[in-house]
């Protein structure tokens, strides 16, 4: 990689977009390991705090992996799109999207245990059993999770509140998949409890019990908040 001294505020974005660029242009592919943090802080004149940030970001991109004692790797796989240009998700934005996602999925679960009718319940289900099956399966499963909060938006009859999170939907969905790849290698929860907080919602919206949905939606979330903003 070329050398550069990166001088602008968000440091760690800017190394996060030169290997990127680095991947793209085929100066580094996939299976490459990384140069070790304190040899690319030093080649950029920046902190290892900064490459470290920069390699997060890459990691919740599904960019890079990190095998624990050997170091970063550039995926064999690429995720699809990688041709487009990726944002980079930032703390501040973790903080305002998990903002968003308390102030719609609260409420949308309350309405959801108000308004929820025989089909509504299947779908959010549906979901449910989903996640499930892929989490048997050892597979991160964020879409089925996405899947199972944008039921609970349908639910509720209310085409806005299912375009405010369709609008997030790609945001949403990444940080989905670093929290629950985060929870399970930690092993902070289990395959069981990350399904049975999910079950609590449902189990609430389907007995029409409004402040027992509005607590669980409100704790998972909180919950997702803290494992993120502590990893970034």
């Known amino acids: 990689m070329i050398g550069l001294s990166l001088q602008r505020k968000k440091v760690y974005e800017e190394i996060a977009e030169l290997i990127l660029e680095d991947i793209k242009s085929g100066e580094m592919e996939p299976g490459d390991k990384l ?36 170091g970063s790797f550039i995926k064999e796989r690429m995720p699809l799109g990688f041709e487009q240009n990726f944002e980079i998700i930032t703390h501040s934005d973790i903080e ?9 999925e609260v409420g949308s679960a309350r309405e959801a ?47 806005l509140l299912v375009n405010l999170l369709e609008d997030v939907s790609d945001t949403m969905i990444r940080t989905m998949k670093e929290t629950r790849r985060i929870w399970l290698y930690e092993e902070r929860k289990s395959i069981q409890k990350i399904h049975d907080e999910h079950k609590l919602i449902y189990k609430a919206i389907e007995a029409g019990a409004e402040e027992d949905v509005a607590r669980h939606m409100y704790n998972h979330l909180i919950g997702v908040e803290e494992v993120l903003l502590q990893h970034y």
Do not use: C
């Open 35 to 70: 140069p070790p943090i304190a040899e690319m802080a030093q080649t950029h004149k920046v902190s290892s705090a900064s490459v470290r940030e920069a390699l997060n970001s890459l990691k919740v991109m599904d960019v890079i992996e990190v095998k624990h004692g050997q």
């Open 96 to 104: 305002n999207l998990l903002d968003l996602r308390k102030i719609i």
């Open 113 to 159: 245990s108000q308004k929820a009718g025989v089909s509504e319940l299947q779908e959010i289900k549906d979901a449910l059993d989903k996640m499930w099956t892929v989490l048997e399966n050892n597979e991160i499963g964020e879409q089925a999770d996405y899947e199972f909060h944008i039921s609970i938006a349908e639910a509720t009859g209310n085409p």
